[in-house]
T-cell receptor, first 114, second 117 residues
Framework: DGGITQSPKYLFRKEGQNVTLSCEQN?????MYWYRQDPGQGLRLIYY???????QKGDIAEGYSVSREKKESFPLTVTSAQKNPTAFYLC?????????????FGPGTRLTVL | AQSVAQPEDQVNVAEGNPLTVKCTYS??????LFWYVQYPNRGLQFLLK??????LVKGSYGFEAEFNKSQTSFHLKKPSALVSDSALYFC???????????????FGTGTLLAVQP
């Protein structure tokens, strides 16, 4: 987990609220990723960013939004449009440009909808 | 379509015995394969990866993985299991459907390894 921090560790959201999950890295990585983890389903890609001010939708982007204003930071907003947001959210980063690069993960944020 | 499968939801092994966690893949072109481990309520930790070359890849914590192109498999192994190895293990393959432009990973559903004392 070293080099990538996520906050908060636990987050509780009421119905209809937007919440933002923080992800910061000090690895000088260009690429950053957000994954959602549900029991028995592995990890699914929400959004990814290869460089600052650019990002692309992953496989399950509906109901989520991101920004990439700084190289170190890639916050994820879970909007009220996300119908089933309770999950474990993982941020990752890697150097960009090579298919051999390793993604390194943060410690995760567990989001629960009340 | 590119995919990876972990056929076992759970693997049970006695401490001191060898362990194997299975992974098979389907990709077009050369595969780039990864193993990660996750302890409860933690992020994923990188164990090892196969890019090219030697079919036996050595990684962290005494783990190794054997790449078998003919069987499209990348099984994780350890000669002697420890109770502390008990965790959730994920196999992943690089998604090359976009020519590798985005370095996306496709993950298996995970295998829970339980090592009994």
């Amino acid at each position: 987990d070293g080099g990538i921090t996520q906050s908060p560790k636990y987050l509780f959201r009421k119905e209809g609220q937007n919440v933002t999950l923080s992800c910061e890295q000090n690895l000088n990585h260009d690429a950053m990723y957000w994954y959602r983890q549900d029991p028995g389903q592995g990890l699914r890609l929400i959004y990814y960013s290869q460089i600052v001010n650019d990002f692309q939708k992953g496989d399950i982007a509906e109901g989520y939004s991101v920004s990439r204003e700084k190289k170190e930071s890639f916050p994820l907003t879970v909007t009220s449009a996300q119908k089933n947001p309770t999950a474990f959210y993982l941020c990752a980063s890697s150097t960009a440009g090579s298919r051999t690069d390793t993604q390194y993960f943060g410690p995760g944020t567990r989001l629960t909808v009340l | 379509a590119q995919s990876v499968a972990q056929p076992e939801d759970q693997v049970n092994v006695a401490e001191g015995n060898p362990l194997t966690v299975k992974c098979t893949y389907s990709v077009s072109g050369n595969p780039y394969l990864f193993w990660y481990v996750q302890y409860p309520n933690r992020g994923l930790q990188f164990l090892l990866k196969y890019i090219t070359g030697d079919n036996l890849v050595k990684g962290s914590y005494g783990f190794e993985a054997e790449f078998n192109k003919s069987q499209t498999s990348f099984h994780l192994k350890k000669p002697s299991a420890l109770v502390s190895d008990s965790a959730l293990y994920f196999c992943a393959v690089r998604d090359l459907s976009d020519g590798g432009a985005t370095n996306k990973l496709i993950f298996g559903t995970g295998t829970l390894l339980a090592v009994q004392p």
